[in-house]
């Protein structure tokens, strides 16, 4: 069965770089399909923020792509994400997910909350 | 971007009653690329439907959906307690995919 987990810092300054990894098991990252990352402020609703394919191809949302960076570590069987200049308003649990072809979304991690505060 | 804007915002009915909960997009949605997804508190979304009809693995079939261009629904036939939760639709149509604010099923 494939799993997801998220893993990173729970606490992030203002202006520094939010960095989370997602550790797959039950399936090699590098055998197909996309992975992605998608966030949930407190009490509001879902975004996607981007996925990557294993051949290296990726893309984001339009509204974060100048900050988004999306990795995958083969090798590790992970991948990860990173986003630069952070403000309150990243605040938010992150989930990363099996991206299917760039549609839907059919197995998730856990998610893990990340605030942004001095 | 597509807007999506699920509706009623909080339902509220007892077990064993019907539900239907509703998604429209600003503009239409190609193909039928609509999935449905399922969130308790605490926990990831799981999702339910693809395809604007087609169940995941393993969701049972008293979950159904309906729907083409801008009008989209989800029905539970007959609610089981564990069926209490934040229900999300997401459109896969068109770049960026965009998730709808959610409806939140409450035990009447």
């Known amino acids: 069965q494939v799993q997801l987990q998220e893993s990173g810092p729970g606490l992030v300054k203002p202006s520094e770089t939010l960095s989370l990894t997602c550790a797959v098991s039950?399936?090699?990252?590098?055998?197909?399909?996309?992975w992605g990352w998608i966030r949930q402020p407190p009490g509001k609703g879902l975004e996607w923020i981007g996925s990557?394919?294993?051949?290296?191809?990726?893309y984001y949302n339009p509204s974060l792509k100048s900050r988004v960076t999306i990795s995958l570590d083969t090798s590790k069987n992970h991948f990860s994400l990173r986003l630069s200049s952070v403000t309150a308003a990243d605040t938010a649990v992150y989930y990363c997910?099996?991206?299917?072809?760039?549609?839907?979304?059919?197995?998730w991690g856990q998610g893990t909350l990340v605030t942004v505060s001095s | 971007e597509i807007v999506l804007t699920q509706s009623p915002g909080t339902l509220s009915l007892s077990p064993g009653e019907r539900a239907t909960l509703s998604c429209r997009a600003s503009?239409?949605?190609?193909?039928?690329?609509l999935a449905w997804y399922q969130q308790k508190p605490g926990q990831a979304p799981r999702l339910l439907l693809f395809?604007?009809?087609t169940r995941a693995t393993g969701i049972p079939d008293r979950f159904s959906g309906s729907g083409s261009g801008t009008d989209f629904t989800l029905t539970l036939s007959r609610l089981e307690p564990e069926d209490f939760a934040v229900y999300y639709c997401q459109q896969y149509g068109s770049s960026p995919r965009t998730f709808g604010q959610g409806t939140k099923l409450e035990i009447k």
């Open positions: 997910a099996r991206d299917v072809g760039t549609t839907y979304f059919d197995y």
């Open positions: 395809g604007a009809s």
């Open positions: 503009q239409s949605v190609g193909s039928n690329s």
């Open positions: 990557m394919y294993h051949s290296g191809s990726s």
């Open positions: 039950g399936y090699s990252i590098n055998s197909g399909y996309y």
